[in-house]
């Protein structure tokens, strides 16, 4: 027995893109598009046991610093940490696939853009020899700036590899450092300059002390920011964006500018036990009524009374 007219109520997620194939993928090998201990190329490593199981969803999340430009150039280099979650379990693996970039173009215009990435810090390939070495190109094509104060999205299919990083478990490190570059072929890429510094050697002016420093707290006394500061955290806590470098040339140069926060946003998703997927918030929309065409008839009649009738009568 059926009734009707009824609405479901309930809420639908779906994953746009060749989900079965990625998953497929995962599944064989879970490094199969990192890169190796020296950032050179790609490494296959197969799943260890403590793997989660990649058959589950991944969920999808983000981190951003800000879109507060007030400098701009070809581009920007900087480090972004992968953790394991706080609370998971020693024996557990977090994996975290890097599945989307924005960056920051004010202009409405068309620009050349390039994306690459390395495992370990990016202070340790600035040199413009290390572009083909020590780098891996990550995406490449053309994109229309989206114009002040709102980011640019990289097209999804201009991505030529998929960056899967497992941390934690007993076959992985609890933390890993990605270098990013992000270019344009124009001086079109804006970013922030912060403190009241300006190094054109931002790395040699650090002295010594770590490239990629914790996060400093409020309670500090606000010391001015540095390269490989912490900028900005996700809310899970498993992704961070550091502060890097102004790019000043195209090609890669010897020409930086720090300390420099590149603005943008950086989408990622999680396969974990340790970290389940938010719940959405419920909404309630009014349900809304199909609409009906209605028509007007109007009918005309002519009656002749007979000559017997003398008068009308009416039920």
């Not at 890993?176 to 009241?196: A, H, N, Q």
Request: aromatic share 8%.
């Amino acid at each position: 027995e059926l009734y009707s007219p009824r609405v479901w109520n309930g809420i639908v997620n779906y994953v746009v893109g060749p989900y079965d194939d990625i998953k497929a993928t995962a599944a064989q090998s879970i490094l199969d598009q990192y890169v190796d201990g020296t950032g050179s190329g790609a490494s296959a490593t197969t799943a260890s046991a403590e793997a989660p199981d990649l058959s589950s969803d991944f969920c999808p999340r983000q981190v951003e610093t800000v879109l507060q430009d007030n400098m701009g150039s070809f581009g920007n280099m900087f480090d972004v940490t992968i953790r394991s979650p706080p609370m998971a379990d020693p024996g557990i693996t977090t994996i975290v696939r890097i599945t989307g970039m924005e960056i920051y173009v004010d202009l409405e215009k068309e620009v050349i853009y390039e994306l690459r990435y390395r495992s370990g810090t990016f202070s340790k390939a600035m040199e413009p020899l290390a572009v083909d070495t020590k780098w891996t190109l990550l995406a490449e094509g053309t994109v229309t700036g989206a114009g002040r104060g709102v980011a640019t999205l990289i097209p999804s299919d201009s991505w030529l590899n998929q960056i899967m990083v497992p941390v934690g478990g007993a076959d992985h490190p609890d933390s890993m450092v990605l270098g990013f570059y992000v270019t344009l072929t124009t001086p079109d890429i804006r970013y922030s300059k912060l403190g009241g510094s300006n190094s054109t050697n931002p790395i040699a002016s650090i002295n010594g002390a770590p490239l990629h420093s914790p996060s400093r707290t409020d309670t500090e006394s606000a010391p001015a920011p540095i390269v490989g500061d912490i900028f900005s955290t996700s809310e899970d806590g498993l992704v961070a964006i550091g502060i890097g470098v102004g790019v000043a040339e195209y090609p890669l140069g010897t020409t930086f500018y720090g300390p420099r926060l590149w603005n943008g946003r950086l989408l990622f998703d999680v396969v974990s036990d340790s970290v389940p997927c938010p719940t959405p918030s419920p909404t309630t929309q009014t349900p809304t009524r199909p609409s009906f065409a209605q028509t007007e008839v109007v009918y005309e009649f002519i009656v002749q009374r007979p000559p017997e009738i003398t008068e009308w009568d009416l039920y």
